[in-house]
């Protein structure tokens, strides 16, 4: 079966380290992660907990892979309150945020995620995903490019 990932690119008017404090600062996190925090130390092989800033429920979680600031971030996910995925493993999908300098202060992100051949019910996870990286996307953009501009 051929693999199946999510990939999505935006270019934003933002330097690439003011782009990566919007992607592991919790003080801009919550506003475009459906309203959830990362609670880690980002250092890789460590727990990444999302949990809900007002609720403080438990909605994803992973592990970080990869942390090379400012321009690579990779991280597991599971959803830890889906009862028919079983939480080892082969089950987990890798998100990957890579972050491009451009000229002229800019820069560009790509988000990967996936395998979903690789996962149980990965038709679903991938239906049930697909739609909302662009949410995370234009959040991540509108952040960045209202930072970089103070």
Known sequence: MTERFIRKTVEIDAPAGTLWKILTDNEFI??????CNAETDWKPGSPLLWKGAEDGKLYVKGEVVTFEAPHLLEYTVIDPNNPALAD?????????????????????????????TAVAN????????????????????????????H
């Open 30 to 35: 919550h506003q475009y992660m459906f309203g």
């Open 88 to 116: 080892i493993p082969e089950n987990y999908l890798t998100m990957s945020f890579i972050v491009n300098e451009r000229a002229g202060n800019a820069s560009t992100l790509e988000i990967k995620q996936g395998d979903f």
């Open 122 to 149: 990965g038709e679903q996870r991938y239906n049930d995903t697909v739609g909302g990286d662009d949410f995370v996307l234009v959040g991540i953009k509108k952040l960045a490019e209202a930072q970089a501009k």
